[in-house]
């Protein structure tokens, strides 16, 4: 079962990437000081992973308290406390980091036929500076002073004023911050550089497409909550004034230059997913992808617009009426690439020869819950509605549907699609076929009622809630439930599969991007011979002679 | 897992450009980090014009000026060593770059006087004399140390980079063949001096 890359047959017996490391060491050593692509995407999965499951639990353990009014199981600065390390955890930690640390860098150098990227050390870096900021938010809870309960905002001038540890906490994501930036630097000069000869832009792979646009937000947007931090760390140390109203610092710029970020960040979370979509529905559908220039350049379109709406998140910040409507159009306009891609999606399927494999279950979640999410952001992006839902569970329940319908869905369906790959190993399809099931039951039962509670002005954050929305709330825990049992059923069958499961062949789906035909798990070099790129990225037409060989 | 060894298999990797490019898009990151204190400035300087034109005339222009052409000097300094070790002159790029951290060290000593001098006067964030003058003031001043402050933290850093490259050349792991650490660095430089051209009237000159 030879595989060719561009007729050069690969060599099987050529050890794996587990089996043969870039360093003379052997080992756990291998892996902590490798400069190996595949290693590091492996070693931040380790990471990220472990984190996801701590933001969940905490999560479980808010919906939990929540489920009866007043005091279930933790008081109310407890759940303060709470509700901002599931914040930090699951944006700084999981969903900005997850896709492009992972994926991307597992990947991206695989699709553009490179060895690896291009600064293989700074990437290793990248990891250890990713760890100490992990690190940082985890030793700022037992410091004394205790866990930051500001929120995830960290709004002025609360977060001057609070006496948790705000100033760690913060520096903690100033420091995720930075190794942001550096993997936002590796990808885009790996995708200028490292591409095989061949491989023009537009024969790039969608998923190299959506990362190099994820790469440019984070260079362009990081540096900015990064002084944003910096300057709240200085105002707690030293009281310069520049955010404390009593000194004449303005609180409102802070949120602006907050947002200015942290709006961008939100696409930095989605566009990778999108292009995790993109590669997933051709290979079930067996045809090439609809409109590729259009989703291609839908990914720059939206990096470039989601730059310019950030201030839809303070309509009722105070700002002038000139500045909310203008923000208000530019938040309507950012919502045309994503529907550019969503309809592209859907045209790839029509007459597709559809093979309804977990992948494809899961992208199928995908966009009934991130159609929800997108539409459900226009309901906030409008003024009027804006002003009776801000601040409200419909806000909450808005950007799950988008952060965890969205990219949430999308990390376990690019988990399902390149597992085979990454590990060699195969799951049970039919257990994975159940866990997406599972996973829209207990998802839809846990946030629906969230938008109909935050319409009827269920506020965002609260201990405690009037008893007409405990049934609601019940619903939602019970939904909570379900969802964190789902995800621990996952992390089951898929480490069974790790241990026990089926070898898996190079190419079990029928992809015909480039990691398709190399060994699963692929060799240290990843290609024997840089292949020479002749055929668009998604041409069927070779899956023949790809079998045949 | 059996690891096992075999480095020599791997490709060494050099590609020039793409350091550079990296190294550009990193500086891009940089002059975005600054940006966001401009912003700040820009906003705080419009809603209190006359109260930052009279905080800016405590400043020590005359020292302010020395710095800038310190600075500028530098630059060019940073840039003769490279040059002399494209050349192939080992040893006037390692003079260039002895004159270059000379320089940073000279910036940071009048650094040091103007903050000291400032400090005695009573003007330092949170200090009674400060908080008692009026917001655009505290304002002001307040920008003036963390600006200032972040631009000095950067000669440093800078400094250290430029001390490793000294070793470098030394070493002979920077060589007139392979030279792209020099140049990045010479790159980084240069930002740090632009910087200080734009720190400089903005909180000097215009008064």
Same mark, same amino acid.
Request: cysteine-free; glycine content about 8%; aromatic content about 16%.
């Given at each position: 079962?030879?595989?060719?890359?561009?007729?050069?047959?690969?060599?099987?017996?050529?050890?794996?990437?587990?089996?043969?490391?870039?360093?003379?060491?052997?080992?756990?050593?291998?892996?902590?000081?490798?400069?190996?692509?595949?290693?590091?995407?492996?070693?931040?999965?380790?990471?990220?992973?472990?984190?996801?499951?701590?933001?969940?639990?905490?999560?479980?353990?808010?919906?939990?308290?929540?489920?009866?009014?007043? /005091?279930?199981?933790?008081?109310?600065?407890?759940?303060?406390?709470?509700?901002?390390?599931?914040?930090?955890?699951?944006?700084?930690?999981?969903?900005?980091?997850?896709?492009?640390?992972?994926?991307?860098?597992?990947?991206?150098?695989?699709?553009?036929?490179?060895?690896?990227?291009?600064?293989?050390?700074?990437?290793?870096?990248?990891?250890?500076?990713?760890?100490?900021?992990?690190?940082?938010?985890?030793?700022?809870?037992?410091?004394?002073?205790?866990?930051?309960?500001?929120?995830?905002?960290?709004?002025?001038?609360?977060?001057?004023?609070?006496?948790?540890?705000?100033?760690?906490?913060?520096?903690?994501?100033?420091?995720?911050?930075?190794?942001?930036?550096?993997?936002?630097?590796?990808?885009?000069?790996?995708?200028?550089?490292?591409?095989?000869?061949?491989?023009?832009?537009?024969?790039?792979?969608?998923?190299?497409?959506?990362?190099?646009?994820?790469?440019?937000?984070?260079?362009?947007?990081?540096?900015?909550?990064?002084?944003?931090?910096?300057?709240?760390?200085?105002?707690?140390?030293?009281?310069?004034?520049?955010?404390?109203?009593?000194?004449?610092?303005?609180?409102?710029?802070?949120?602006?230059?907050?947002?200015?970020?942290?709006?961008?960040?939100?696409?930095?979370?989605?566009?990778?997913?999108?292009?995790?979509?993109?590669?997933?529905?051709?290979?079930?559908?067996? /045809?090439?992808?609809?409109?590729?220039?259009?989703?291609?350049?839908?990914?720059?379109?939206?990096?470039?617009?989601?730059?310019?709406?950030?201030?839809?998140?303070?309509?009722?910040?105070?700002?002038?009426?000139?500045?909310?409507?203008?923000?208000?159009?530019?938040?309507?306009?950012?919502?045309?690439?994503?529907?550019?891609?969503?309809?592209?999606?859907?045209?790839?399927?029509?007459?597709?020869?559809?093979?309804?494999?977990?992948?494809?279950?899961?992208?199928?979640?995908?966009?009934?819950?991130?159609?929800?999410?997108?539409?459900?952001?226009?309901?906030?992006?409008?003024?009027?509605?804006?002003?009776?839902?801000?601040?409200?569970?419909?806000?909450?329940?808005?950007?799950?549907?988008?952060?965890?319908?969205?990219?949430?869905?999308?990390?376990?369906?690019?988990?399902?699609?390149?597992?085979?790959?990454?590990?060699?190993?195969?799951?049970?399809?039919?257990?994975?076929?159940?866990?997406?099931?599972?996973?829209?039951?207990?998802?839809?039962?846990?946030?629906?009622?969230?938008?109909?509670?935050?319409?009827?002005?269920?506020?965002?954050?609260?201990?405690?809630?009037?008893?007409?929305?405990?049934?609601?709330?019940?619903?939602?825990?019970?939904?909570?439930?379900?969802?964190?049992?789902?995800?621990?059923?996952?992390?089951?069958?898929?480490?069974?599969?790790?241990?026990?499961?089926? &070898?898996?062949?190079?190419?079990?789906?029928?992809?015909?991007?480039?990691?398709?035909?190399?060994?699963?798990?692929?060799?240290?070099?990843?290609?024997?011979?840089?292949?020479?790129?002749?055929?668009?990225?998604?041409?069927?037409?070779?899956?023949?002679?790809?079998?045949?060989? | 897992?059996?690891?096992?060894?075999?480095?020599?298999?791997?490709?060494?990797?050099?590609?020039?450009?793409?350091?550079?490019?990296?190294?550009?898009?990193?500086?891009?990151?940089?002059?975005?980090?600054?940006?966001?204190?401009?912003?700040?400035?820009?906003?705080?300087?419009?809603?209190?014009?006359?109260?930052?034109?009279?905080?800016?005339?405590?400043?020590?222009?005359?020292?302010?000026?020395?710095?800038?052409?310190?600075?500028?000097?530098?630059?060019?300094?940073?840039?003769?060593?490279?040059?002399?070790?494209?050349?192939?002159?080992?040893?006037?790029?390692?003079?260039?770059?002895?004159?270059?951290?000379?320089?940073?060290?000279?910036?940071?000593?009048?650094?040091?006087?103007?903050?000291?001098?400032?400090?005695?006067?009573?003007?330092?964030?949170?200090?009674?004399?400060?908080?008692?003058?009026?917001?655009?003031?505290?304002?002001?001043?307040?920008?003036?140390?963390?600006?200032?402050?972040?631009?000095?933290?950067?000669?440093?850093?800078?400094?250290?980079?430029?001390?490793?490259?000294?070793?470098?050349?030394?070493?002979? &792991?920077?060589?007139?063949?392979?030279?792209?650490?020099?140049?990045?660095?010479?790159?980084?430089?240069?930002?740090?001096?632009?910087?200080?051209?734009?720190?400089?009237?903005?909180?000097?000159?215009?008064?």
């Amino acid at each position: 079962m030879a595989d060719t890359v561009a007729g050069l047959p690969v060599q099987h017996a050529e050890k794996s990437f587990y089996q043969q490391s870039t360093n003379k060491y052997s080992g756990i050593l291998s892996w902590l000081l490798t400069t190996d692509h595949k290693r590091i995407g492996i070693m931040y999965l380790a990471a990220i992973g472990f984190f996801f499951f701590v933001g969940a639990v905490i999560g479980l353990l808010m919906r939990l308290e929540l489920i009866a009014p007043g /005091r279930q199981i933790m008081d109310a600065q407890t759940y303060n406390s709470f509700f901002t390390l599931h914040g930090v955890i699951m944006i700084f930690l999981f969903i900005i980091p997850g896709l492009p640390a992972i994926f991307g860098n597992f990947f991206l150098p695989i699709q553009i036929g490179a060895r690896d990227v291009a600064f293989p050390r700074l990437n290793l870096l990248s990891w250890y500076i990713y760890m100490i900021g992990a690190a940082l938010v985890l030793v700022s809870l037992f410091l004394p002073g205790g866990p930051i309960d500001t929120g995830w905002t960290f709004y002025i001038p609360y977060s001057v004023r609070s006496t948790t540890n705000v100033s760690m906490a913060i520096f903690a994501a100033f420091v995720l911050g930075f190794s942001s930036i550096l993997t936002g630097i590796n990808f885009v000069t790996t995708t200028h550089r490292l591409r095989a000869p061949g491989m023009s832009f537009f024969k790039m792979p969608l998923f190299v497409w959506a990362t190099y646009a994820t790469a440019w937000i984070q260079i362009i947007a990081t540096p900015v909550i990064g002084i944003t931090i910096l300057l709240v760390i200085i105002e707690r140390l030293f009281g310069v004034g520049i955010f404390d109203p009593a000194l004449g610092g303005d609180p409102i710029l802070f949120q602006h230059m907050f947002w200015i970020y942290s709006h961008p960040a939100v696409y930095i979370m989605i566009l990778p997913a999108m292009g995790v979509v993109s590669e997933i529905i051709p290979t079930f559908a067996r /045809r090439t992808i609809f409109g590729y220039k259009a989703i291609a350049m839908s990914s720059l379109a939206i990096a470039f617009v989601g730059y310019l709406v950030w201030a839809h998140h303070m309509f009722t910040s105070g700002m002038s009426d000139t500045a909310r409507w203008i923000f208000s159009l530019l938040t309507f306009i950012v919502a045309l690439p994503s529907g550019v891609k969503i309809f592209n999606w859907v045209a790839t399927m029509y007459k597709g020869s559809i093979d309804p494999q977990p992948p494809f279950l899961w992208v199928m979640n995908f966009i009934f819950l991130f159609s929800i999410g997108g539409l459900t952001g226009l309901v906030l992006g409008s003024l009027a509605t804006n002003i009776h839902l801000h601040d409200t569970y419909f806000v909450v329940a808005h950007f799950h549907y988008v952060m965890f319908g969205g990219t949430g869905t999308i990390f376990f369906a690019a988990m399902h699609y390149w597992f085979p790959k990454m590990f060699g190993k195969m799951y049970n399809i039919k257990l994975a076929r159940i866990a997406v099931l599972l996973f829209f039951v207990g998802f839809n039962l846990l946030y629906f009622p969230k938008f109909i509670m935050g319409y009827m002005g269920m506020p965002r954050r609260y201990y405690d809630y009037l008893p007409q929305f405990e049934a609601l709330q019940e619903i939602s825990t019970v939904g909570s439930w379900i969802v964190v049992g789902t995800l621990f059923f996952i992390l089951g069958y898929l480490i069974h599969a790790l241990l026990k499961g089926k &070898k898996a062949t190079s190419n079990p789906w029928g992809g015909v991007t480039l990691e398709w035909h190399i060994a699963s798990p692929p060799s240290m070099e990843n290609f024997a011979e840089i292949p020479t790129v002749t055929r668009e990225p998604y041409d069927f037409s070779q899956l023949k002679e790809m079998k045949n060989e | 897992m059996n690891s096992y060894t075999d480095a020599a298999v791997h490709h060494v990797h050099r590609d020039d450009a793409g350091a550079k490019m990296g190294m550009w898009l990193f500086l891009f990151t940089e002059v975005l980090l600054f940006g966001g204190m401009f912003l700040v400035y820009a906003v705080y300087r419009y809603q209190h014009p006359d109260q930052f034109r009279l905080a800016a005339m405590e400043l020590n222009t005359g020292i302010g000026t020395l710095n800038t052409i310190i600075l500028l000097t530098s630059s060019l300094t940073m840039a003769l060593s490279i040059a002399s070790l494209q050349k192939g002159n080992r040893f006037l790029s390692m003079t260039m770059l002895s004159v270059t951290l000379l320089f940073a060290l000279m910036f940071m000593v009048n650094k040091y006087f103007e903050w000291s001098a400032k400090f005695s006067h009573g003007i330092y964030p949170g200090s009674p004399e400060l908080v008692n003058k009026p917001n655009g003031e505290i304002l002001f001043f307040g920008l003036y140390y963390v600006m200032t402050g972040l631009h000095a933290l950067h000669v440093l850093v800078g400094m250290i980079i430029l001390t490793f490259m000294f070793v470098f050349i030394k070493r002979n &792991k920077v060589t007139s063949e392979n030279y792209v650490k020099l140049d990045n660095s010479g790159l980084y430089w240069h930002l740090v001096d632009l910087i200080w051209i734009f720190l400089f009237p903005l909180f000097y000159l215009i008064q």
